[in-house]
């Protein structure tokens, strides 16, 4: 059994902008809530059996009680936020499992949920649908849980990550850490850049191993002096960033992988379609549910 999580948020953003806009007869955009709908009904065709989608019910998380400049979602159009519901209500009501977070991130819950159904005997693989680089810490050497990208095609495993960032899946957090990730809001710390985040990283693996005087460093690294300088002075910096980095993995998800089987659409599934007029997928979503 195949276990594919998928990253919803990513999913309304990336559909927003790659599919037709779409308003309705009171001249609400759902444009990019019928192209999810319409992928993940693609998904089931493809034999996908054990789905659970996760979204940011809301963007604010305990990561911007950590650090101020973390993301907020001040910055999202209006008209993406405005589906998050819609999508949710419309997805559920497909038959789909739905995590919403509200205290934590949709990186949460898929990573909670992957490291849950990889403890069923049940499973054989754990997909993890998203792109977010993020995820990649969350991958198993036994390539039980991997990650895919559903827009480029390409499968990630745990080589394929030290291959693209020089550091093994453990070691994610920290690579961010020092370099940061401006997607997210934090910047990592002066001079610490991909290159020399994972030359030093691929030999300490954590930040609290690495000596504060670099003459100690067991490799050769451009501008080693004024990194270990900038390290030894911002340390706990660094390491609040890997905090904000690291997956959460007791966000609320599922309780038995049972609940993840789609088991076909729900009673008020072809009315709440129709709000969105996506009364065609009505009779797809059906004619899937009689193939199962």
Known sequence: MKVHLIDGTYELFRHFFGAPSHLT???HEVGGTRAVLASMLSLLEQGATHIGIA?????????NDLYEGYKDGSDIDPVIFGQFQILEDVLEAAGFVIFP?????ADDALGSAARRANTD?????VVICT???DLGQCLTSDHRIVQYDRRKKVLTDYEAVI????????SIPDYLGLMGDTADGFPGLSGWGAKSSSTVLAVYNHIENIPDDPNEWEVSVRGASKLGKTLEENRELALLF????????????????DELQWEGPGSDFAKIAKTIDATNLIERAEQIAETR
Do not use: C, N, W
């Open 25 to 27: 007869e009171k001249g």
């Open 55 to 63: 979204t940011d019910h809301v963007i604010p998380s305990f990561r």
């Open 101 to 105: 977070m509200v205290e934590f991130e």
């Open 121 to 125: 005997t049940r499973v054989d693989q």
């Open 131 to 133: 792109p977010d680089k």
């Open 163 to 170: 291959e693209k960032f020089g550091v093994s899946p453990e």
């Open 242 to 257: 890997r905090e904000i980095a690291t997956i959460v993995y007791d966000a609320p998800t599922f309780g038995s992988l």
